[in-house]
């Protein structure tokens, strides 16, 4: 029993006279004028108690997300905590997709960058794809509440063969499910969810691709293994998460999805936010927020876990207008 319903439950049994009720109760409602100020300088502008749910509003995009109790790691919660969550990559995202584009979210998780790709490009199709039952029914949560009518949902995701796959779930943090248990947590959950190849799906649907962001943690290597033959036909843009430690679990180096991108002409850049911007002698005008650097290679000083990549030829004009 949660604190307000044991204090509800001592008034009613005659424990509490309603006034010793009253005051005892109050020093646990305080905490919403707390969270009233705590708000105020982040990307949070309303937190919605509802039956069963606590929603979060977006600040910047009044995007909605429902908050999943006793996942302490959460989006909505991280945002919260710290104010904002991968502004940067998200603002990058938007300048490099443009409306009509179909882009695909390999790994989305409860739909963060779905949402907000979807409601900035409604002439865009956003694909999310999700394998994970528990944290697809979440993304489906915040799907409806925001009714965007240009995402399409896949409780899907992909790597290098298709099946029925055991992905490993801490309900603490579902942005962890991976295909190994890469956070070695000892009361981990193991959940079966079905993967396809990306070629496999987009030969079987017809497909076309503008965009692929993948985050699945640890196992990008084995997803755009599937899907060379629509990366060297489609030649999309790529936004992927890539963490040694991750990437260790499966017994590769992020250094290989680099050197397997460059065989098909693509480059990897990575992020400059204004901060860095700033330490490069540019001519005006200024420049957008946020511009992307020609990336190497991944090394023990590598700090950088978000990257770029985008093909020489095809993404020509892109790599003038957002490459320093």
């Known amino acids: 029993m949660n604190k307000l319903s044991s204090q509800k439950k001592a008034f009613l049994s005659g424990d509490l006279t309603k006034w010793e009720y009253f005051e005892k109760i109050y020093s646990i409602h305080d905490y919403l004028w707390d969270y009233s100020e705590f708000i105020k300088d982040t990307n949070v502008s309303k937190i919605e108690i509802e039956d069963d749910s606590v929603v979060f509003t977006c600040r910047n995009s009044q995007i909605k997300f429902a908050c999943a109790r006793g996942e302490n790691r959460s989006l909505p919660l991280a945002i919260l905590n ?10 990058m995202q938007l300048q490099l997709i443009k409306d009509g584009d179909t882009v695909f979210d390999i790994g989305g998780n409860i739909g963060w960058y779905a949402l907000h790709v979807a409601k900035a490009r409604p002439l865009s199709t956003v694909h999310t794809f999700e394998p994970v039952p528990w944290t697809f029914e979440w993304m489906e949560k915040n799907l409806q509440i925001n009714g965007l009518r240009n995402i399409i949902s896949h409780n899907l995701g992909f790597s290098d063969k298709a099946g029925d796959l055991d992905f490993f779930f801490d309900p603490t943090i579902s942005g ?12 981990i959950q193991v959940l079966k969810g079905k993967v ?57 180096h992020p250094n290989q999805i680099i050197e397997l991108f460059r ?6 850049y990575v992020i400059l936010g204004e901060t860095a911007i700033s330490k490069h002698k540019l001519n005006s005008p200024p420049p957008p927020i946020v511009k992307l650097c020609k990336f190497d290679l991944v090394d023990e000083n590598t700090i950088e876990t978000n990257y770029f990549f985008l093909h020489k030829e095809k993404h020509a004009d892109i790599i003038k207008q957002f490459a320093i």
């Not at 962890?176 to 009361?187: G, Q």
């Not at 065989?263 to 990897?268: E, G, H, S, T, W």
């Open 82 to 91: 710290l104010g904002d969550y991968e502004t940067e990559e998200l603002n």
């Open 176 to 187: 962890n499910a991976s295909l190994t248990n890469v956070a070695d947590k000892e009361n």
């Open 196 to 252: 396809s190849t990306l070629d496999g799906y987009v030969e079987k649907e017809n497909a076309k691709i503008d965009f692929i962001k993948c985050d699945v943690e640890g196992a990008e290597l084995f997803v755009f293994k599937g899907g060379m033959n629509v990366l060297k036909k489609h030649k999309p843009i790529i936004f992927t998460e890539m963490l040694r430690k991750w990437s260790a679990k499966f017994n590769y």
């Open 263 to 268: 065989q098909l002409d693509y480059a990897p």
